[in-house]
């Protein structure tokens, strides 16, 4: 059983640029929710995905955007980069969205933007 | 809206003692509650995931209690080892993850 993966492992980035981040879900899964961990604080969820739809969203701007493909990986994207967003980005995934369902988490993403 | 708050911030303590940690939510209204080990710069590991309508759960060394109406989770490491250093977080879950900012734990050998 293959474990979630996420690409690349880091990134630096200059503001107002544009930033795509990858997940791929753990083998069975078709939910995958994205978090953001800044620096000595816990993750904060952006969004969900549930079979290549949006299920449910955090405080996060538009500028935040994903997707979700038929395989059930999927990407983030953050336009418009500000220094606050830099921080660890999270992927996790899940077979549902049940309440029972435990979210196995990958390596993340650290992204630095200067 | 949900808050978590985990306290202490940060433990130390001699290898062999057990280890307390404490998670508060302000909502009763969760599904679950989950615990969570993160090494430094690393990606999240579940502990423990207890059930709304679940008391306690057990792996191994670690027990996890849950107690809604006082809105209290405590997760417990029995005979602690040096391997155990990391930061632990605790979520509440209700269509989303809602996470504490995490406790520290160092074990000294």
Request: aromatic share 20%; proline share 4%.
């Given at each position: 059983e293959t474990g979630v993966t996420q690409s690349p492992t880091h990134l630096i980035k200059t503001r107002g640029q544009q930033v795509t981040l990858r997940c791929s879900s753990q083998s069975g899964h078709n939910t995958v929710s994205w978090y953001q961990q800044a620096l000595g604080q816990g993750p904060q969820f952006i969004f969900q995905y549930y079979?290549?739809?949006?299920?449910?969203?955090?405080?996060?701007?538009?500028?935040?955007?994903?997707?979700?493909?038929p395989n059930y990986s999927s990407e983030l994207n953050v336009n418009a980069l500000e220094l606050d967003d830099s921080a660890l980005y999270l992927c996790a995934s899940s077979s549902g969205t049940a309440d029972q369902e435990t979210q196995y988490f990958g390596p993340g993403t650290r992204l630095l933007v200067l | 809206k949900q808050e978590v708050t985990q306290i202490p911030a940060a433990l130390s303590v001699p290898e062999g003692e057990n280890l307390?940690?404490?998670?508060?939510?302000?909502?009763?209204?969760?599904?679950?509650?989950?615990?969570?080990?993160q090494d430094p710069g690393k990606g999240l590991t579940s502990l423990l995931l207890i059930q709304s309508s679940q008391r306690e759960q057990t792996s191994g060394r670690l027990n996890a209690s849950l107690d809604k109406s006082s809105g209290r989770s405590t997760l417990y490491i029995a005979a602690s080892q040096p391997g155990d250093s990391a930061t632990?977080?605790?979520?509440?879950?209700?269509?989303?993850?809602?996470f504490g900012a995490g406790t520290q734990v160092v074990v000294t050998p």
């Open positions: 079979r290549e739809e949006e299920n449910g969203r955090g405080n996060f701007p538009p500028r935040f955007s994903g997707l979700q493909f | 307390v940690l404490n998670c508060s939510f302000t909502d009763s209204a969760i599904y679950n509650l989950q615990w969570f080990r632990y977080l605790c979520a509440s879950y209700w269509g989303k993850l809602q």
